[in-house]
């Protein structure tokens, strides 16, 4: 998906040790899980570079909310084009969706209050948004409450981000994605890149982007680079430095990275850096005082401690003049990159109970997840596990040691997902499963326990927007019949 690929460099020669990388991922691996990639980036080189096992580099990754900063460059590449202003008012692109008394605040909003965050909502419109019965996003916004004059009040609001989306889509007669494909994504080497869209056809914007790491290193470059890429300006000068400083306050906390000014669609950070990130640890940082990028995916819980760890390890190791080669480390620290894995479930050997509960199908009691059978197969070299619900059948194999590739649809809306799975028996009677979704920052955790007749399903997942874990199943067993 990512074709331009930037050149390969070592840290020394870069300025940078390689023993100040290998202690990065160390404290990565002793405080931190599910961090999926991570690429470092000086000089315009790509200096050190790691995939977790099962992640891969040429497999995509959901950005969630970094998509933002791409539709901020949008933005940016439709103001060189004259196609709008930042003093645009809102009203004004969707006057047939215009509440019939429009008031002060929602009139007084302009495009630059959309990039900024300083629409003047007091609550994120997004959940207005998508449970609008018409499937109507922009109506759905325009009729939100605006209580506070805009510019007066930072608020996180992926509703924003959306509009700045369907004014695009307004203004040309095609989708962000489509207007982005020749003038940014092409020439950084992005190509078949999916991003959802609301009922309407229009993309969401502030979410719903997938690429690969390199696609977000190389976004941070041109950024890094003042909007010049390969000899061209793709973006003005003038966009670069005002998307990327303080538009508006967004806290006072000195030790937080979430409260250091927002740009258009950017964060500022400590160290005179900014970012663009999405949650769940979708990281695009740019140091420019450093010659610096960073590039990480993954699947977090809480998103500081990466950012503490890239303070206390990368940035203070920049040093101003190319370093004396160091082979032995730099050896070290390639073996360390190539190595990466995340962890695969532990336990022990297969117990001679696991036949009595192959093959056997376990029906289960109505249940919130919809599951409806449960079957577990322990006659090959590994496991196959078969769920039914309402969607079908989803039979997923996996073996023990190793990550195993495949696909499902199980818990992916129907469009079947890639997914490695691995298992092992954490106990004489339980079996554990390890599904990681390996485009997204999700990891499914599945916990068999077989009491005489009956089998425990529980299941819980790494991160989530609602619960983590999920009620116990209960399934019943009946006599193994191949269908």
Same mark, same amino acid.
């Given at each position: ?81 004259? @196609? ?44 207005? @948004? ?30 924003? #981000? ?25 020439? @950084? ?7 959802? #869209? ?114 206390? !390890? ?6 101003? #003049? ?10 070290? @620290?390639?073996?360390?990159?190539? +190595? ?28 919130? +997840? ?20 309402? !969607? ?11 990550? +195993? ?63 983590? #874990? ?14």
């Amino acid at each position: 998906m990512t074709s331009v690929q930037l050149p390969r460099s070592t840290p020394e020669a870069q300025g940078i040790p390689s023993t100040a990388v290998l202690h990065f991922l160390n404290s990565v691996e002793q405080t931190i899980e599910h961090l999926h990639s991570f690429m470092l980036m000086r000089h315009g080189h790509v200096v050190a570079e790691g995939w977790w096992a099962p992640y891969a580099a040429e497999k995509p990754h959901v950005l969630f909310s970094l998509s933002k900063s791409f539709t901020a460059t949008a933005i940016g590449m439709a103001l060189a084009e004259g @196609l709008l202003t930042l003093d645009d008012p809102i009203v004004s692109f969707f006057p047939e969706d215009a509440p019939a008394e429009v008031s002060a605040n929602l009139a007084a909003m302009r495009v630059r209050h959309l990039l900024m965050m300083g629409t003047g909502h007091a609550v994120d419109t997004t959940p207005a @948004l998508q449970v609008s019965a018409d499937g109507n996003w922009v109506r759905a916004f325009l009729a939100c409450p605006v209580e506070h004059p805009p510019a007066t009040h930072f608020l996180y609001n992926t509703g924003a #981000t959306y509009m700045l989306s369907a004014i695009l889509q307004k203004l040309t007669g095609i989708t962000l994605l489509e207007y982005l494909q020749p003038r940014l994504l092409t020439p @950084l080497g992005i190509e078949g890149a999916p991003w959802q #869209t609301c009922p309407r056809g229009i993309n969401t914007g502030g979410y719903g982007l997938s690429t690969p790491t390199e696609a977000i290193a190389n976004f941070g470059q041109l950024y890094l680079q003042e909007g010049m890429w390969q000899g061209a300006q793709l973006l003005p000068r003038e966009w670069i430095a005002e998307a990327t400083r303080s538009q508006i306050l967004n806290g006072d906390d000195p030790a937080s990275d979430w409260a250091q000014g927002y740009g258009y669609q950017f964060w500022r950070c400590r160290h005179n850096a900014y970012r663009g990130d999405g949650a769940f640890g979708q990281y695009c940082v740019v140091m420019p005082e450093q010659d610096l990028v960073v590039a990480i995916t993954g699947g977090l819980d809480a998103m500081q401690p990466v950012l503490d760890l890239v303070w206390e !390890h990368l940035l203070p190791a920049c040093g101003p #003049t190319p370093l004396t080669a160091d082979p032995a480390t730099q050896a070290a @620290l390639v073996q360390k990159l190539e +190595q990466l894995v995340l962890p695969l479930p532990q336990g022990l050997s297969t117990p001679a109970a696991a036949n009595q509960h192959s093959q056997r199908v376990y029906h289960c009691a109505p249940n919130e +997840q919809g599951l409806e059978t449960i079957s577990l197969d322990f006659t090959g070299p590994g496991c196959l596990l078969t769920l039914r619900d309402p !969607h079908g059948e989803h039979r997923i194999s996996l073996r023990d040691g190793i990550w +195993q590739p495949g696909a499902t649809t199980l818990m992916s809306n129907g469009s079947a997902s890639a997914i490695a799975a691995a298992g092992a028996w954490i106990d004489a009677t339980a079996y554990r499963i390890t599904l990681y979704y390996v485009e997204t920052p999700f990891c499914v955790t599945l916990t068999c326990r077989f009491v005489d007749d009956q089998l425990l399903f529980d299941s819980a997942v790494n991160v989530s927007f609602g619960p983590m #874990t999920f009620p116990q199943i209960v399934g019943h067993a009946t006599p193994y019949t191949s269908r």
